[in-house]
């Protein structure tokens, strides 16, 4: 009795064992199938593209700044209001500058006729005139000189009292705002044409011969979330630069739709891709599913095929030959 029963627990530690090993084998398959990253042959686009980052900046853009100090005499616009080409916008108290402007112009008078006086004293003496005579002709005629270039430089303060706008724009930026104030030469105020903005992008040397102008741009501004804009390339830089990390770039200038510029600020950000290549309607998979020219395909026997590729974008690549669309594989 107790040699039937001892073979009988023996018998059942077995089962026992293999229904264990069943049910750890099938818990360690599911488990790997779950690590198991796969991926489907879909038909669609692959675009080779560059992505840089950039700005938005403007072709006409003019700061007008006061060629000299003085009293503001008056302020006739506001930050962001619309102007026209010829327009005054602010302007100095002229009085002073008006006095200064006819000082200057009585000095050169004296200073004209006192050449002159020195002049006729000496017009007898061109094969014999002095050392000091010659001395005291080219000093008053340099110092004639020097008062009408004092005297030119005070009417052109006179004229530059107002300062006007170059061509039609927006203000976007004045140093004052208050008549009376004391401003100096770096004070006046900026306006902008904003029909002339732009989207300004570095790209690499090494790309810039992969570059045309024409090409499509897709231009996404950070200003506006989710939506995209389609400019294009409008014009590549002659001279190259070096970008904020050390490397060497050139500027291009890409341009926005039409419907687009009422939207625009200047100095927003965000990021262009240039597209360089597009292929529509083809097969098309991860870039990572792809190893050495070879795909995984998924399920139990894990076989490997050879497949050939065509453009490749940063995540996707076209699929010339090898898979059928539907076909699931392996991205290790």
Do not use: C
């Amino acid at each position: 009795m107790k040699k039937f029963l001892s073979r009988r627990n023996i018998i059942l530690l077995v089962i026992a064992g293999l229904l264990l090993g069943g049910w750890w084998y099938q818990s360690k398959s599911k488990s790997k199938s779950k690590d198991i990253r796969t991926a489907e042959v879909t038909r669609g686009t692959v675009e080779e593209v560059i992505s840089v980052s950039g700005e938005v900046k403007a072709e006409n853009k003019a700061i007008l700044n006061f060629p000299v100090p003085g009293k503001l005499g008056y302020v006739k616009v506001s930050e962001g209001q619309k102007v026209v080409k010829g327009q005054a916008l602010m302007g100095l108290d002229s009085r002073d500058i008006a006095v200064a402007e006819v000082a200057a112009y009585y000095n050169y008078l004296a200073a004209d006729a006192n050449a002159k006086e020195v002049e006729d004293s000496v017009k007898d003496h061109d094969k014999d005139e002095t050392f000091a005579q010659k001395n005291d002709r080219v000093a008053a005629q340099t110092a004639r000189d020097k008062a009408y270039d004092a005297w030119q430089t005070a009417k052109r303060a006179y004229i530059n009292t107002s300062l006007v706008a170059p061509f039609a724009g927006v203000v976007t930026s004045l140093t004052t705002t208050v008549a009376g104030d004391t401003v100096g030469v770096t004070d006046g105020l900026t306006v902008v044409d904003p029909q002339g903005l732009y989207f300004e992008i570095e790209v690499d040397e090494s790309d810039i011969g992969k570059i045309k102008p024409e090409q499509p741009v897709q231009i996404k501004l950070d200003a506006f979330a989710g939506e995209q804009f389609e400019g294009k390339l409008d014009k590549i830089g002659f001279e190259a630069r070096l970008s904020t990390t050390g490397a060497t770039v050139f500027p291009v200038w890409v341009v926005f739709p039409e419907t687009a510029m009422e939207m625009l600020r200047l100095g927003m950000n965000g990021d262009a891709e240039i597209v360089l290549q597009k292929r529509e309607n083809v097969l098309k998979l991860p870039i990572e599913a792809i190893v050495d020219g070879e795909v995984t395909l998924a399920g139990e026997l894990a076989q490997t095929v050879k497949v050939e590729t065509g453009l490749e974008s940063d995540t996707e690549v076209e699929i010339t030959s090898g898979l059928q669309e539907g076909a699931e594989v392996v991205i290790k």
